[in-house]
């Protein structure tokens, strides 16, 4: 599943083509995604602007001139793709060429720009939903969400109160979407590693007494920080079906510290990496220098 980086990555590469056009045709080549499209989905598309293109956690949020939010979720391999308005995809240093199995793009945004947004979603496992922006605070999907963690609000104080008292692992925490929005299994396993914290350890263990954060939370918080911060800049983590905009694969993978890297030695402390699976998923630590 795309995680944050992944999403933003997206969000800026199709911020140039959206953000101030007018969408003056949207198509949809099927009805379920992997939710039903709503009937008036094309309807309430179709002549409007996208007056700006957010992320919210995981999910893309385009404001429309008519007052209404398009909410985009990508699923496990969803992407979209730029097609000018020439005809050529997008040019990328990194270019992936995409299957030119065609029957998978099931949204088209055609734009004023010339430009054409497409939505390719083999397993069909993303989704698109449509609502009022006055709506957003109650809106399912978004609802109950944590802080951004590139956000100003987010710091060691505000994990820190997060998680007092939690008996869950500090891992299970992270990837709570309730504790922090948009974190998922990649960067939580490389943001702990950074901090030289155990993926085992309780989620107590970054506040005090008093709700305080401690020492632990303060590393974490910065780990998280710039462990997403370089994954952006690198354009993502391609593994499995994670593309770019433009086609171009994300390379933050060659920049993992332990996250499928078994077996491989520790890059801090000439430890090996390990791989165990908690909750369900694969955990990649070092036993050596995380504690």
């Known amino acids: 599943m795309p995680e944050l980086p992944e999403v933003e ?14 969408i003056d045709r949207a ?10 499209l709503q009937k008036d989905f094309v309807a309430r598309l179709t002549g409007q602007t996208v007056t ?26 969803g992407s979209f793709r730029v097609v000018e308005a020439d005809g050529e995809t ?12 065609r029957t998978h793009d099931h949204v088209v945004f055609e734009m004023a720009s010339g430009a054409r947004i497409v939505f390719n979603d083999p397993r069909r496992f993303g989704f ?56 998922g299994n990649i960067y939580v396993c490389e943001a702990l590693f950074r901090a030289h ?8 263990a970054l506040a005090n007494r008093k709700s305080e954060p401690t020492d632990r939370a303060v590393r974490l918080t910065e780990a998280i920080r710039e462990v997403l911060g370089e994954a952006i800049k690198a354009g993502g983590s391609s593994l499995r079906d994670h593309r770019q905009t433009s ?28 791989r165990f699976v908690q909750n369900g998923r694969s955990t990649f630590w070092c036993p050596k220098c995380q504690k």
């Open 90 to 101: 997008t040019p990328g240093e990194f270019h992936y060429p995409r299957s030119e199995d």
């Open 52 to 77: 700006g293109l957010g992320r919210r956690a995981k999910y893309l949020l385009a404001d429309l001139s008519s007052g209404d939010v398009l909410l985009m979720h990508l699923g496990m391999s």
């Open 197 to 204: 914290l155990s993926p085992k350890r309780k989620a107590s």
């Open 128 to 183: 698109m939903k449509v609502f009022p922006r006055s709506e957003i605070e109650i809106e399912p999907h978004l609802k109950g969400l944590g802080p951004e963690p590139l956000g100003n609000a987010f710091d060691a104080s505000l994990l820190a109160k997060s998680c007092a008292g939690k008996q869950t692992s500090l891992k299970a925490a992270l990837l709570d979407q309730r504790v922090v929005a948009g974190l």
């Open 27 to 36: 198509v949809a080549h099927r009805e379920t995604l992997r939710f039903p």
């Open 247 to 274: 086609g171009e694969l994300g390379y933050f993978q060659h920049s993992f510290k332990v996250y499928d890297r078994e077996g491989e030695p520790c890059p801090t402390c000439g430890g090996t990496v390990q």
């Open 9 to 22: 990555t997206v969000r800026r590469g199709l911020q140039p083509a959206m953000e101030g056009f007018r």
